[in-house]
């Protein structure tokens, strides 16, 4: 999962398009907005639980922890946009929390995202969206003190999985102690580093596994495993089978 491009820059928005989507937690700086084409999804943000059916899109504010999962097949959309491509929303909305971040969109409203140089019709869509949403209502949400570092550590782990990441040369780079950042990073997301990292690269193996035809030693390599048995493994324990069973589960069927 793309958590967030790594030269965003200033006004900048991307379309991206999934299926059967399943992210772990994570945060950005960055709104993070989820539109269900086909089946359902369920979301966590901001330590609140919702389902998003079909026709639905979710919101996820700057520095919000989220994750989705799918209790069925589904099709879905992801814009992920500056906060300054919509700054007003971000100034009334920075500090607070959306009291409902479910809204509706039309076919013709994801039509319009698909041409992001198109700006004014982009933020057209956006719009409309931010203004369902604000009339729904906010609630003071007091931004964590280290919201910002975590999402520092989201871009270094999305950068750098493949590499042998460490926490404790992580907390030197950084300028933190090693046991603040440890306990920063499990009240955020419930795991600790390490095994955060490995979910991570588990989840970039099973999308190499499904969109591509790559040997499965190469995918396991290229994600960031020593041994390919470490691979198998870690693997099974987290998919419930082996990377072959994997493959052959998501095959396109044959026409």
């Not at 995202?113 to 209502?137: E, F, T, W």
């Not at 390599?221 to 987290?238: K, W």
Request: proline share 5%; glycine share 6%; hydrophobic share 35%.
């Amino acid at each position: 999962m793309l958590f967030e491009e790594k030269h965003s820059g200033s006004n900048y928005f991307c379309l991206l398009h999934y299926e059967d989507f399943k992210c772990i937690r994570h945060c950005q700086k960055s709104f993070e907005m989820v539109f269900v084409e086909k089946g359902a999804l369920t979301a966590e943000i901001n330590g609140q639980t919702y389902t998003i059916p079909e026709g639905s899109c979710a919101t996820a504010l700057p520095f919000q922890v989220h994750s989705y999962g799918t209790p069925e097949n589904s099709v879905i959309s992801i814009a992920i946009f500056s906060a300054d491509f919509i700054p007003d929303f971000y100034e009334q909305t920075h500090g607070y929390a959306l009291l409902d971040p479910i809204t509706g969109f039309t076919p013709e409203e994801l039509a319009l995202l698909q041409d992001p140089a198109d700006h004014y019709a982009v933020k057209a869509v956006l719009y409309r969206h931010c203004s369902l949403l604000s009339r729904s209502g906010l609630v003071p949400s007091h931004r964590p003190a280290d919201a910002a570092l975590i999402s520092r550590i989201m871009s270094i782990i999305q950068e750098q999985y493949k590499s042998d990441l460490s926490l404790r040369t992580l907390a030197a780079e950084l300028g933190y102690s090693y046991n603040y950042l440890s306990s920063c990073f499990r009240r955020h997301f419930g795991v600790g580093f390490p095994e955060y990292v490995n979910m991570f690269r588990l989840e970039e193996t099973a999308r190499l596994i499904r969109d591509t035809r790559l040997p499965l030693t190469e995918i396991a390599l290229q994600s960031g495993f020593s041994t390919i048995r470490n691979f198998n493994m870690t693997f099974r324990r987290r998919w419930g089978m082996t990377p072959s069973e994997y493959r052959h589960r998501e095959a396109p069927a044959a026409p």
